[in-house]
């Protein structure tokens, strides 16, 4: 199923990248340069964006755009009514959809809506990345990027029924906190330099496998609704699964954890696998319940 959505996804790549490199180097294959302001300025218009090739010189701040309205008393959002398709790009600023905006003489805390697909493909982020607190009522894809400084998604709410950030590279502490998936969200190969922490993320589907962490991986108080598939993954440093709640299938098949594995107190629905799994710290499981079968062979 999941080599199935990577080839759809990979197709569609495929399609965007040919529109993006005609429409912004007229059939040569050539880098551009464009400021921040020229791509705030295009979806001022709730035009769709579609950049390949590019190096974006300075910050990138989605809520300075025009389209601004008080969502919550004491909150404003940002309203980005176009669909987002960043191709191959770099970064050389920041990017962020949270800010501060003077809105009646007052400077007024603002979050993103994003209101179409948000895509960043195999594209580099020299510095920060923060899209915490936005909403995405459509996909969202970082597939293939490059996170080099602070990378934080916290507290997103996405509606989509695919999220991709496979094949992703942090190297910085990759923060997911408190995020809620309406759909899928596949981590696949990923790898995170300093580890990952992904504390109370609520998803349906969730793949992982092949993941690589070189510090600790936090995946505590999480709800995974539908199946996870944690296969393959390498972490160096320990790896929490404590208080979570697991509704279907969970397999570990084949992991190498160098520090100690902790499921305490999880509920774990359906079955569970971790054959051939090696856990040097070996694997906390107090207070935790299976419903399921649990398979350990040849695990250690």
Same mark, same amino acid.
């Given at each position: ?151 934080? +998604? ?19 502490? +990759? ?5 809620? +998936? ?119």
């Amino acid at each position: 199923m999941n080599n199935l959505k990577k080839v759809i996804v990979l197709l569609t790549m495929g399609l965007f990248t040919a529109s993006c490199g005609n429409a912004q180097s007229d059939g040569k294959n050539q880098t551009k340069e464009y400021a921040a302001k020229t791509i705030i300025k295009k979806l001022n218009k709730g035009e769709a964006l579609l950049v390949a090739n590019a190096i974006i010189k300075d910050d990138l701040i989605f809520t300075e755009i025009n389209d601004v309205e008080l969502s919550t008393p004491g909150q404003f959002t940002a309203n980005i009514q176009g669909s987002i398709y960043f191709q191959s790009c770099v970064f050389l600023g920041s990017v962020k959809s949270e800010g501060v905006k003077e809105v009646n003489g007052r400077k007024v805390p603002v979050k993103s809506h994003f209101a179409k697909d948000v895509n960043f493909i195999d594209c580099d982020f020299r510095k920060d990345v923060d899209f915490s607190e936005s909403e995405f009522e459509r996909t969202v894809n970082f597939n293939n990027s490059v996170f080099r400084g602070n990378t934080e +998604f916290n507290n997103m709410l996405c509606m989509g029924k695919q999220n991709q950030w496979w094949e992703i590279s942090a190297d910085s502490i +990759f923060m997911m906190c408190g995020t809620i +998936f309406r759909g899928d969200l596949n981590m696949m190969d990923a790898n995170f330099k300093q580890g990952a922490t992904l504390q109370n993320l609520t998803v349906e589907n969730f793949q992982l496998s092949n993941l690589k962490s070189e510090g600790d991986f936090d995946f505590s108080n999480a709800k995974v609704k539908g199946e996870m598939l944690f296969n393959y993954a390498k972490c160096a440093g320990e790896v929490n699964l404590s208080n979570g709640r697991f509704d279907s299938r969970f397999d570990f098949i084949g992991a190498s954890v160098q520090g100690k594995c902790d499921m305490g107190a999880s509920q774990f629905r359906g079955n569970v696998k971790t054959n051939d799994s090696q856990i040097a710290g070996g694997c906390q499981t107090t207070g935790a319940t299976f419903i399921g079968t649990y398979n350990i062979e040849n695990s250690k």
